[in-house]
């Protein structure tokens, strides 16, 4: 239970404050999160093969609920009006450049999700039902059709849904289902995996992994002037042995994610909630909602990934597809909208 109490420890005693309020109320929900099986059986290569092939649909889906975020927090329309909270704009426009264009090194820029597809490539996972699931919305198919033709666990398709429904709500329930409901071990997870596969590795990628974190660690001023120096010692190395980290994107990955949602977001965030939900107790209940929803999806995901990884899962995750009632339902209850539609997201 050390994360649980990690998370007790990070919040002072509720009170009368609705945010920590909030939180206390979500804490069974997020302790179900924190202490999942899951994080124990991704512990070598093929499991979190597995695992990374259901997550880059969660890494997609984020950023759906951003773009609403940003939608409703600042003007993306004609004519542009300026922000009623310029903090709460910030925030968001924040999160979304860091995203969507982040400089994972000098002068090279990517998203945060063509990053994770790429860490998915160099590690032989499977990322041909997410691209045939981009292709899909790039041909202007429904979400929720395209994901019907997928081949991925009905949990992670599910998932997809509930954030698609979730990013038509009110801004307070989708801030708040942004904010509380992502998982936060899954940097400390990553990294112990990649921690166990290293010991296992030769010298020689412990070596290039090295020299690729300690030029990360470094001040990005001072990074920017001894790039090349990294740069000429890798590939006096590559060239040498012709060894390369084949996990060096997935750890670039995540020492993004971890610098900033922990470091710039979280508090900001928090101020973003406030802020929307002000002294409403409604607005705080539904926040309350929406967020416990979020995670208890989450865990299904997890359940799902879980099943496929020990064998127990239809196929080990192939040719699921929703039953065709559940998946007429969806459709249904669907509000037709940008996101929705698969256009302009």
């Known amino acids: 239970m050390e994360l649980v109490d990690e998370l007790r420890a990070h919040y002072p005693d509720p009170g009368s404050d609705p945010f920590f309020l909030l939180v206390a109320r979500l804490e069974r929900a997020q302790a179900a999160l924190l202490t999942h099986p899951l994080y124990q059986r991704v512990n070598n290569l093929p499991a979190l093969r597995v695992f990374m092939r259901s997550h880059i649909f969660a890494v997609w889906d984020f950023m759906t609920l951003a773009k609403s975020l940003q939608a409703h927090l600042t003007c993306l329309d004609r004519p542009w009006l300026p922000p009623r909270d310029i903090v709460s704009a910030r925030l968001i426009n924040d999160i979304v450049l860091g995203e969507e264009t982040d400089e994972v090194r000098p002068g090279v820029f990517t998203s945060h999700y063509d990053l994770y597809l ?114 000429e010692a890798m590939r006096r190395v590559q060239n040498t042995t012709g060894i390369k980290d084949p996990r060096g994107n997935l750890r670039l990955y995540l020492e993004r994610h971890i610098e900033l949602d922990g470091e710039h977001h979280g508090p900001m965030g928090e101020r973003l909630l406030r802020v929307l939900c002000g002294n409403d107790d409604e607005k705080w209940e539904e926040a309350f909602v929406a967020a416990q929803s979020a995670l208890e999806v989450r865990v299904a995901l997890w359940d799902g990934v879980l099943l496929e990884i020990s064998g127990e899962g239809p196929g080990k995750g192939r040719n699921l597809r929703p039953g065709k009632g559940r998946l007429r339902s969806r459709l249904g209850s669907a509000r037709p909208n940008s996101e929705a539609d698969g256009r302009g997201h």
């Open 118 to 231: 790429q860490s998915m490539m160099d590690i032989g996972a499977d990322v041909a039902p997410m691209k045939a699931f981009e292709a899909s919305l790039r041909a202007g198919i429904a979400p929720v059709q395209g994901l019907a033709s997928i081949d991925v666990p009905e949990p992670t398709k599910d998932f997809v849904v509930h954030t698609l429904r979730t990013a038509e709500q009110e801004v307070h329930e989708v801030a708040a289902a942004f904010l509380m409901g992502r998982e936060d071990i899954i940097p400390r997870m990553f990294q112990s995996i990649l921690d166990s596969l290293d010991r296992s590795e030769d010298f020689g990628v412990r070596f290039v992994t090295g020299i690729e974190r300690a030029e990360r660690r470094l001040p990005e001023a001072l990074r920017g002037r001894v790039h090349g120096r990294f740069r």
